[in-house]
């Protein structure tokens, strides 16, 4: 299993990597890349690299009757040219987790060339979906919006998150073309379609959630995070759920997207983006699949190659 794997890994960075010169693919141990965390909790733990800089709180829209923040991580120095934009999208659940716990995570992509930012968006307790995709969509028009701001080209826009995170970044890449979803967060006359699309992990069909039926008891449970996401037990809810899955607007237009899961994913089963990559490969979408042998909830990602593999996908889709 692990040789196969490795042998499926290095064949994707490697067809990654043949439209992004100058990069060389990485096996998921090697060393020589940096491995900055996500979801990381509480202050940095490493120092601000020299030729980046961090723009704090910065106010992209309104959801609820409250100011919505996001943090951009990018290079101090403007490029020859206007440079491509990678948001991240924290995942909790829905229901925890901050914007910080992304800086840290987008300090070696600033590094890279990126314009990139870190975003909130309402919890589930606050509101029900659609609330969080809504705030996500207001953070990529004003960031669009802005673009001259930052420095960044607004053509050329990639989103990344980790389980509820990647559902929002999966979603944002398969709804585009989805105005009732758009909200009223600010900026609309700019769009809110993305370019690139990488899901870590997310969960695409809420209805069948679990591994077994004993598991996706729990998760149809009104205290569940898929039910406090829609504002209900799932499956009285039924209506709601499709609406919340990315699955359901999946077409031919959407982005390119890669898709990574643990296959000893005990929150999420790996099921949910085999399901999601046979839905987007059946619609004729770019999709490049690797799954993590061993791998649990994010357990197994903080690797230099899989951080690479991210890197070379980006730089494909993005900087080429």
Known sequence: MEFNHTVRLLLA???LALTAPGLRAQTPGDSTVPVPRFERKGPLTVPVPDGVEI????EYGTGGGRALKLDVVKPKTPGPQPRPLLVWIHGGAW?????????????????QGYVCATVEYRLSK??????????????????????????LDPRRVGVW??????????????????????????????????QAVCDWFAPTDLLSVGHDEADQAKHNEANSPESRLIGGPVQENREKAIRANPMTYV?????????????QDPTVPIRQSEIFVKALRNAGVNVTYIPVPGGGHGKGFDTAGYR?????????HLKN
């Not at 077409?251 to 296959?263: A, K, Q």
């Open 95 to 111: 229901g925890s987790g901050n914007k910080e716990g992304g800086v840290e995570g987008l300090l070696w992509f600033a590094q």
């Open 251 to 263: 077409s031919r237009n959407d982005p390119p997207f890669l898709v990574m899961h643990g296959d």
């Open 13 to 15: 960075t490697a067809a």
């Open 308 to 316: 690479q593999t991210v890197l070379l996908f980006f730089d494909k």
């Open 55 to 58: 723009l704090s709180d910065l």
């Open 126 to 151: 606050e509101a029900p979906f659609p609330a969080q995709i809504e705030d996500c969509k207001a953070a990529i028009r004003y960031l669009r919006a802005n673009a001259a701001r930052f420095g």
């Open 161 to 194: 998150g980790s389980s509820a995170g990647a559902h929002l970044a999966a979603l944002l890449g398969t709804t585009g073309d989805v105005p009732d979803l758009d909200g009223a967060g600010g900026n609309p006359s700019q769009p809110d379609d993305v």
